[in-house]
Structures are given as structure tokens and as C-alpha cells.
């Protein structure tokens, strides 16, 4: 089948890629690369992949290429999946005979409620798609096809049973070829990765447990899977050489670090190709390793803090321990590896002392950049479930993001209120970067690299731009609140 591979044009701004573990608009804007829809596109001969937010493509630019196709699947998620389904809507509208199918963590643990909700999509395929968008595209009877949820000829939904979790991960096409074939890369940016990037999966699953964290819930597991080293280098051979002016290469793995003895090798071979790069790690990462990480070429660390407060890291199984997390950012700053630091406010056990203690750990271990979320209990999390039962869970607010794709405080608590959670963003933002040490690094960092200097303006119109946006949101919520 003529197969197209769609990421939807939606909010402006808005970042639905692999990467982002909270689908939304960001504090400065931000693409990563469309991973999951590039894996499915790599096994399909003759595919297209459109990734229309990066490439600042309207429903007038898609809409001609329903007809130049037989397929369509698209990525959806919780916050884009009513978007995603108009533009389904629309796809039909020109071409009535078009499938339509959609992948992703909300159609993987809501199959059937999405295909209730949304009369359009003709299927989803759950959890580990990538096989199973395949053998669609090769117009396999779809009642023979593992994990797909479908509406056969009478209309009845059906839900085939589940296709087994990959262990050869060296059996997946590399990526890159289709970023380079249909994509321009240079259209993708992340504030604390060099520009231009690219980002690649060098395995799935996170030995974690976090209970907010989405992807190992639904779609990768709990049991790290890993592409051989040889096969890894191979496809950063293939991105040197095909991506001109490369600046650094990402592994998105949800914990890059959870091997340590892997992740060394591939460090190594990455010092003899001479490649700057960065990693997901948990914060507990050896200095030794980090020494080799560093020795081949590592740049950063993207580590999930969530908070500085150890009761809350315990009610949400993170398994950290604050004094090994300061340790390891002393260690991290003394070996040269900045951090980019995440953190998230509205966690199980939070109140307006720990969001102070989060801010206070945050200035102490410093990272260089870092990026304040809201809790989102995203349907297939424990979190999810855990905030229904106890009635944390505003349920008119489940689609985590307002009308302009902006994130919103879908939790509350009987001592804090969703008001108090939205505005403690602001605040921790503004504690953190204005503040005279981190405005000289700032300062300094653009006045040695004159592409940093232009970029860190942008940013900067950006990011007051989002403070100023957040700020009218919260005079609205608080009119509302006072109305109500």
C-alpha cells in the first residue's frame, strides 16, 4: 500500500515527537525528531513521512497527499488525539477509500475507547507497533495481523491478540536514512542540545519504575533492550557522513545509562569517530563511567531530577536517593558534563514546602539548563490510575494541555490547588535563572560563541514570551476559581 506517515499539523509550537515525555508547547520551542514514525517508515518500502509542525505545514499542504496514497497512519497522543482525528476527518474527505490507522502510547492502552471516540480511524495498533504497521502496508489480512485493534466489514471492533515484545533490535532498520530522505533536519531544535542534532533510539524499555513516566508503561517495558554496539556505530557512521554540519548526535533511550558496560563501549567508539554527544542518565551514574562517558565525547546529560524532597521520590518509585543525586552533579560539573536537568511539580505528596525544597536543590546542584513540568497521569500510568482512585484527577482537564497547547495542572490536592501547582512553574523558573551567577554563565556563553549569542536571543524572546503567556493563564484560572 501507498503509505504516509503522518505527524499532524496541530498547535504552533506544539511538540508531539518520540522525545517529548509531555506532548505540549514549550517555555522556548522545540521539535525532536519523530522517531516512532520513522522506525514503522523504515520498514515500508516506498513510504513518505510528513512531520508537519518542524516543517510549518498547514492542513492545505497535507491534505493533497490523501490521494497520493492508499494508507495513512498517525501519531497521536492524550493532549493531540482530538486534533489528530479532524484531520483524519479531513484526509477522508478527499479520499473515502484512505485507512486510516494511528500508533502511540494513548491508542496503545485505550484501543478501543479511541476507536469508540473516533469513527474515522479504521484501526491502532498497540503497544510495539512497528511489525505491525508493516504488515498493514503489505495489505496482510488485517485478521491475521498481531496487535492490531480494528473495525472488520460489519463495524464490530475487534482486537487481535498482542504481538510479542522484539528482542532482536538489531532487526530494526536504521532511522536516519528516512530523517534524511523526507525530513529537514536542520528544522529540528532543542535548547540545550547544539544545533543542528539528530536523535536516535539505541534501545527500548527502562529498568525504572517511575509512576508518571509514560513510555515504559506503554509501549517500550521495563526490561532495557539494546542494539549491539556494532550496529549503533554503524548508523552514526551513516549520520556523520549524510548530515553536514552535524554538531551532535542525542540517544533518546529512556535511560541510556541503565547499561553501564554498554554504554561505555559505545562512549569509546564514539571517541575514535570524533562525535560529540548526549544521553537520557539517571542520577546515579559512577564517576568512572562518567570519566569514559566524557573521554568519548559525551557533552550532556539529560537527567530527571522530578524533586528535591525524598518523600515524594519514594511515592513515586523513583528509586534515587538525594545525596547520591547531589554527588553525582558534583561529579558531573567537576568532570566538565553539563546537565539539563527536569524536574516536576504537583507529584504525589506535594505541598508548597516541598516545591521550596525542589527550588532550593535545583540552585544547589545547578544544572546548566533545566526544564520545569507539570504532573501529567497520563492514562496507562500508575499514576493515572492512582489519581482516579484517590480523586487527585480533575477529569475536565484530561487532555493536559488549553487551548493553545500549553500545559495545564490537571492534579490537585486537598492542601494544594491546581492554581498554586501552575504558578510554582513560573516561580521556579524565575528563582533559578535570574540570579546573578547563572545570568553571568549565560552572558559569558554567548559572548565566547556568537551562533550561542543569537540563539540564546531567541530563546530569550521566547521564553519571556511563555512567562508572559502563563501569566494571563493564571489571572484567567484565578477569575474562574474566584467566579466559581
Known amino acids: 500500500m501507498r503509505t504516509l506517515f503522518l505527524q499532524a499539523p496541530s498547535f504552533d509550537g506544539f511538540d508531539g515527537g518520540a522525545g517529548s515525555r509531555y506532548q505540549a508547547r514549550r517555555e522556548i520551542k522545540s521539535f525532536w525528531f519523530p522517531t516512532w514514525l520513522a522506525q514503522p517508515a523504515a520498514l515500508v518500502e516506498g513510504s513518505k513521512l510528513v512531520d508537519a509542525p518542524p516543517h510549518r505545514q498547514t492542513m492545505a499542504d497535507v491534505l493533497p497527499l490523501a490521494k497520493q496514497h492508499d494508507l495513512v497512519v498517525l501519531h497521536t497522543s492524550t493532549p493531540s488525539f482530538a486534533s489528530d482525528v479532524k484531520v483524519a476527518e479531513a484526509l477522508k474527505a478527499v479520499n473515502p477509500s484512505l485507512k486510516v490507522g494511528m500508533i502511540g502510547a494513548k491508542v496503545a492502552v485505550q484501543a478501543a475507547e479511541s476507536l469508540r471516540d473516533a469513527p474515522v480511524i479504521d484501526f491502532v495498533a498497540r503497544n510495539e507497533f512497528d511489525f505491525t504497521i508493516k504488515d498493514v502496508a503489505d495489505d496482510r489480512s488485517w485478521a491475521s495481523i498481531q496487535g492490531l485493534s480494528y473495525r472488520n466489514a460489519e463495524g464490530v471492533v475487534v482486537h487481535n491478540p498482542d504481538r510479542p515484545i522484539l ?124 570519566k569514559v562517558l566524557k573521554d568519548g565525547g559525551l557533552r550532556l546529560l539529560l537527567v530527571g531530577y522530578e524533586s528535591g524532597n525524598q518523600q515524594i521520590l519514594h511515592n513515586i518509585k523513583k528509586g534515587m536517593r538525594i545525596e547520591v543525586a547531589k554527588k553525582f552533579s558534583k561529579d558531573c560539573a567537576e568532570l566538565g558534563i553539563a546537565i539539563h536537568g527536569t524536574f516536576i511539580l504537583g507529584l504525589p505528596g506535594e505541598t508548597k514546602e516541598t516545591i521550596e525544597e525542589t527550588i532550593r536543590f535545583a540552585i544547589e546542584t545547578n544544572p546548566h539548563t533545566l526544564q520545569v513540568s507539570l504532573a501529567a497521569p497520563y492514562p496507562g ?23 493553545h497547547g500549553v500545559q495545564i495542572a490537571p492534579l490537585a490536592y486537598p492542601h494544594l490547588s491546581h492554581q498554586e501547582i501552575f504558578d510554582s512553574v513560573e516561580t521556579f523558573y524565575r528563582r533559578f535563572y535570574f540570579r546573578a551567577p547563572k545570568i553571568a554563565s549565560i552572558c559569558g556563553e554567548m559572548i565566547r560563541d556568537r551562533q550561542m549569542l543569537v540563539r540564546r536571543l531567541r530563546e530569550g524572546v521566547e521564553f519571556f514570551g511563555f512567562l508572559r503567556e502563563r501569566a494571563k493563564a493564571s489571572a484567567q484560572g484565578k477569575l474562574t476559581q474566584k467566579a466559581a
Open 167 to 290: 528482542e532482536d533490535m538489531d532487526s530494526l532498520p536504521f532511522v536516519s536514512p528516512v530523517y534524511r530522505r523526507d525530513l529537514t533536519y536542520e528544522n529540528y531544535f532543542i535548547g540545550y542540545l547544539k544545533h543542528p542534532y539528530v536523535s536516535i533510539y539505541t534501545g527500548r524499555g527502562c529498568k525504572s519504575r517511575c509512576t508518571f513516566c509514560l513510555w515504559p508503561q506503554t509501549v517500550g517495558g521495563h526490561r532495557y533492550r539494546t542494539r549491539s554496539v556494532e550496529n549503533v556505530i554503524e548508523e552514526i557512521r551513516y549520520i556523520k557522513a549524510n548530515f553536514p554540519g552535524l554538531k551532535e548526535i542525542f540517544f533518546d533511550d529512556d535511560t541510556f545509562t541503565d547499561n553501564l558496560p554498554r554504554a561505555e563501549a559505545i562512549a569509546r567508539e564514539m571517541g575514535k569517530l570524533g562525535v560529540t554527544w548526549s544521553c537520557n542518565a539517571k542520577a546515579n551514574v559512577p564517576r568512572e563511567t562518567l
Open 381 to 403: 500510568t500508575h499514576l493515572f490510575d492512582q489519581a482516579a482512585r484517590e480523586g487527585w484527577l480533575d477529569t475536565a482537564n484530561t487532555e493536559y494541555v488549553d487551548a
